[in-house]
């Protein structure tokens, strides 16, 4: 069954910390891994996509690495602000370009305390 | 701002009433997407029209219906709804080819 499993399910931390967020998958085929960002009561808004070729992706403090043997990704946040509070979910595409597929992750909820 | 405008943002309604969520896109896609997101639940895809050609998820109860004029514009037509049916509606936009979805900002629906 395609599964995609993040943990952990909520992180508290404190501002100016740095914190990882793991995701790992069951999806066969896989084409793609997204990570998007939901501030509470907002919609998901886009991190980073990786494909099966690429290892590490950054996008300012955020850096997503994948390792498609393993079927594992992580979120990395560097120097955490109180803006990175939020969830942080993991999505994994088995199809290019076809969003019809996409298998979502429950989310890791993030607190960053001053 | 993303792009993609949801209206309107909250909606209290009751079993018996019609309403309508709102949603446009200004980015030129030629994909449009409703999801639902419950507490505890991963995104849930509803609907989806690309190329306003409506694929629908059949799980879907007959009680939502999508509406799809024209590529920037998406409606979802609320009717008899479940108190079970609150949760918050995004809708979507993307490319065909491109992996990148654009969300709105959702509207908080209560259904009492």
């Known amino acids: 069954k395609n599964q995609v499993e993040q943990s952990p399910q909520s992180l508290i931390i404190l501002e100016g910390k740095n914190c990882t967020l793991q995701?790992?998958?069951?999806?066969?085929?896989?084409?793609?891994l997204r990570w998007y960002k939901q501030d509470t009561g907002r919609g998901p808004v886009s991190l980073t996509i990786?494909?099966?070729s690429e290892n590490t992706k950054s996008n300012g403090r955020y850096t997503a690495t994948l390792d498609a043997d393993t079927k594992q990704s992580s979120l990395h946040i560097t120097a955490s602000q109180l803006s990175d509070s939020a969830s942080y979910i993991c999505v994994v595409s088995p199809d290019a370009g076809n969003n019809r597929k996409l298998i979502w992750g429950l989310g890791t909820s993030l607190a960053v305390n001053p | 701002e993303t792009g993609v405008t949801q209206t309107p943002r909250h909606l209290v309604m009751g079993m018996t009433n019609k309403k309508s969520l709102k949603c446009e896109q200004h980015?030129?896609?030629?994909?449009m997407y409703w999801y639902k997101q419950s507490a505890k639940k991963p995104l849930e895809l509803m609907f989806v029209?690309?190329?306003?050609?409506?694929?629908e998820n059949n799980s879907v109860p007959s009680r939502f219906s999508p509406e799809c004029p024209n590529s920037s514009h998406l409606f979802l037509h609320l009717h008899t709804l479940q108190p079970e049916d609150s949760a918050l509606y995004l809708c979507?936009?993307?490319?065909?080819?491109?992996?990148?979805?654009?969300f709105g900002e959702g509207s908080r629906l209560t259904v009492l």
């Open positions: 990786m494909t099966f």
């Open positions: 995701c790992n998958y069951t999806v066969s085929p896989f084409s793609n």
């Open positions: 980015l030129g896609h030629n994909a």
């Open positions: 979507a936009s993307s490319q065909i080819r491109s992996g990148v979805l654009f």
């Open positions: 029209y690309s190329l306003e050609e409506r694929v």
